[in-house]
């Protein structure tokens, strides 16, 4: 029992690496691990944490959080989800879950895509977490109870709609309870969708839009994130699934617009049109009127779009200029001084801009840059070597 927590531990520690092949290798040992060291067992359980205990593992994220990691990656992704579907009973351990009430619901949702990918002929995979997600949801009271009706439902193979409508009411009992996790599920799905396997884009645009209609993207803490959401959904606009991008971007945009009452301005007098000149801006004249209905607010630079803020920027810097030449040939009698001229310097060029190569619009991701994770992965070997009484051998440099 001794030596299976010590492998446990060092398939967690693995999971840390952002290598594939290191991230693969700790699936499958995770995995066979739990076949003979079930954790729903008190000592085995008692041996996992007692280890746990003596590794001081600052800032522990939890396996279930680190597994997540898999689901964003092509290549680990079906083998990530194996995994996941055995750990939703796992989920109030510690040892899974520290806080052990935020995993549920991102275990709900990883496995979702999955489901509905095999909606019509569920595999042994789908019918397990199907059956452990209902087994959890009865164990946390009848606020659940909805949630695990459907997925008997689905493990049975008796659910009598089509796959969108079971959507549907597994995002809306999930969100019921869990609204506060709204964002963190939204995030993680945008990762999934733009990271992850390819045959599940289009059950994860599903998802997204059944999510979409619950979570209040104008919060100051959603802008971020649907900024993100907009710029990931964008790119399946000229896609196959492009008709589910648009139905996204429809209801975003109808999600953020708001409602406003037309204010009542002064009434306009039969002489005002006698004022009209062609040297007056309509401000001057007219009072600003506004037709009720959906109004959004938008702010844009045009100097910092490529081609026509370019033209703006030398029209400006000439303009400049010539009121240069100007001032500095009255200074000097009328004499020209071009010697003396400083072209005005152009803006920073905005974060994501057309003129950008791919490879600068590219987000950091640690699947991208795997040596970044070595250090980590290193302190941990060590730390578990150090713990079981092992002489560490392993070099200061992590290469």
Avoid at 52 to 67: D, E, F, I, R, S
Avoid at 158 to 187: I, N, P, R
Avoid at 354 to 382: F, H, N, Y
Wanted: proline share 5%.
């Amino acid at each position: 029992m001794t030596i299976l927590a010590q492998l446990f531990w060092l398939a967690v520690s693995l999971l840390e690496s952002d290598y594939e092949h290191e991230f693969l290798l700790a699936l499958r040992l995770l995995s066979r691990v739990l076949h003979r060291l079930p954790l729903d067992r008190p000592d085995a359980r008692d041996k996992v944490e007692k280890l746990q205990t003596q590794l001081k593992w600052t800032g522990y994220p939890g396996v279930h959080a680190l597994l997540l990691k898999g689901c964003t990656h092509s290549s680990t992704y079906e083998q990530t989800i194996s995994v996941l579907s055995q750990f939703a009973p796992l989920l109030s351990l510690p040892v899974c879950d520290p806080t052990q009430s935020c995993a549920f619901p991102l275990n709900v949702i990883a496995l979702l895509p999955y489901m509905l990918l095999h909606y019509e002929d569920a595999n042994e995979v789908c019918v397990r977490s199907a059956e452990n997600i209902a087994q959890v949801s009865s164990e946390l009271g009848s606020k659940l109870e909805n949630l695990g009706t459907v997925m008997i439902l689905y493990s049975r193979k008796t659910f009598s709609k089509e796959s969108f409508q079971w959507t549907k009411c597994v995002v809306k009992y999930l969100y019921d309870t869990y609204a506060h996790m709204g964002l963190h599920m939204l995030a993680f799905l945008i990762e999934v969708l733009e990271k992850g396997w390819q045959q599940v884009q289009l059950q994860v645009l599903s998802v997204l839009h059944c999510m979409l209609h619950y979570i209040d993207l104008s919060s100051a803490q959603a802008q971020p994130i649907s900024a993100d959401l907009l710029r990931v959904i964008a790119k399946y606009l000229d896609s196959a699934h492009w008709k589910e991008a648009m139905k996204i971007l429809k209801l975003v945009v109808t999600r953020s617009s708001s409602l406003q009452v037309v204010p009542q301005g002064p009434p306009e007098t039969s002489s005002s049109s006698f004022f009209m000149h062609s040297s007056y801006s309509d401000s001057e004249v007219f009072y600003k009127k506004e037709l009720a209905g959906r109004t959004m607010d938008f702010t844009f630079d045009v100097s910092q779009t490529p081609l026509i803020g370019r033209r703006i920027l030398l029209k400006s810097d000439s303009d400049a200029t010539t009121s240069l030449q100007q001032s500095i040939q009255q200074k000097n009698g009328g004499q020209s001084s071009t010697g003396y001229l400083v072209h005005a310097g152009t803006p920073n060029s905005p974060r994501r801009s057309a003129s950008l190569s791919p490879a600068d619009t590219i987000p950091l991701s640690g699947w991208k840059r795997p040596w970044m994770s070595q250090g980590r992965v290193r302190e941990c070997l060590v730390n578990l070597l150090t713990t079981c009484g092992q002489r560490v051998g392993l070099p200061k440099s992590p290469s």
